[in-house]
């Protein structure tokens, strides 16, 4: 069994939701061991169906029936990594999206060699923050882990030389996102402050931009996570106490903004 062989229509935040909750796309997420939990629970919440399928063993295999896969280097292993190849394989032989977060790639040399070998894979979409993106396009950057010391604007250009040198979407996420085809751009506003204080939140996206990539084409499946995420958050930061109120609050805003929510939406301008 493979997903279907067309590819998705062009669709505005509102239909893409729509369509996401019509379908609920199976999404394999080969993701971190911190982020397993809250990225099968965004999800739910938002109407996909999750699976948190990652060994070598059968990862490929699943790969074949899902309708996106993610791929997030945050916790690596060898074996880890095999299954990921495995899954991109498979994926890219049965037209499935897939979408790459580089988690923190220039920490080592085993991590900056992951990212580069599978970003060479071409994922459909590229998700990462400012700090990410400006190193894998070569450029400096004072970030040593997981979170970024740069500006969104600030990695703009090297998004569109990604997009355009590998084919793919790339989305740069932090108080305002900016998504790129390498010609066309995307800022999307909204969110919380309290975002970032929720671990894995960002490695949870990624596995949603895979979900609506699933329904749509890649640079409105990568806005329309965005939109509804913004939506979310900062529905969420109107009741929330801390981060862990947030935390259950935005779960809740995930599942309660509707299409219609999002109809006519000013958090997108295009550029």
């Known amino acids: 069994m493979t997903p279907p062989a067309s590819s998705p229509a062009s669709l505005s935040p509102a239909a893409a939701l729509a369509a996401l909750r019509a379908a609920a796309p199976l999404t394999q997420c080969i993701t971190n061991y911190v982020a397993m939990n809250i990225a099968a629970n965004t999800l739910l919440a938002a109407g996909a169906a999750p699976a948190m399928v990652h060994t070598a063993e059968e990862s490929g295999a699943f790969a074949r029936i899902a309708r996106a896969v993610t791929i997030n280097i945050g916790t690596l292993s060898p074996a880890w990594v095999e299954g990921m190849t495995g899954a991109i394989a498979a994926a890219t032989e049965v037209g499935t999206p897939w979408v790459l977060d580089p988690v923190a790639h220039f920490a080592s040399p085993y991590r900056a060699g992951v990212a580069r070998d599978l970003l060479s894979r071409r994922p459909t979409i590229l998700r990462g923050n400012a700090s990410e993106i400006l190193a894998l396009a070569g450029g400096d950057t004072t970030a040593k882990g997981v979170d970024t010391t740069d500006p969104v604007v600030a990695a703009g250009p090297a998004a569109q030389v990604l997009a355009r040198e590998f084919g793919s979407i790339v989305a740069v996420t932090g108080p305002v996102d900016l ?55 900062e529905r969420a930061d109107r009741l929330a106490e801390g981060p862990g109120t947030f935390s ?22 295009w550029a």
């Open 248 to 269: 259950w609050r935005f779960l809740d805003a995930l599942a309660a903004v509707s299409p219609n929510d999002l109809m006519n939406t000013t958090r997108v301008t």
């Open 179 to 233: 998504v790129t085809d390498g010609t066309r751009i995307a800022t999307i506003t909204g969110g919380s402050p309290w975002m970032p204080r929720i671990t894995a939140l960002g490695c949870s996206l990624t596995c949603l931009m895979g979900s609506f990539a699933a329904v749509a084409a890649p640079l409105d499946a990568a806005v329309a996570a965005l939109t509804l995420f913004a939506e979310a958050g």
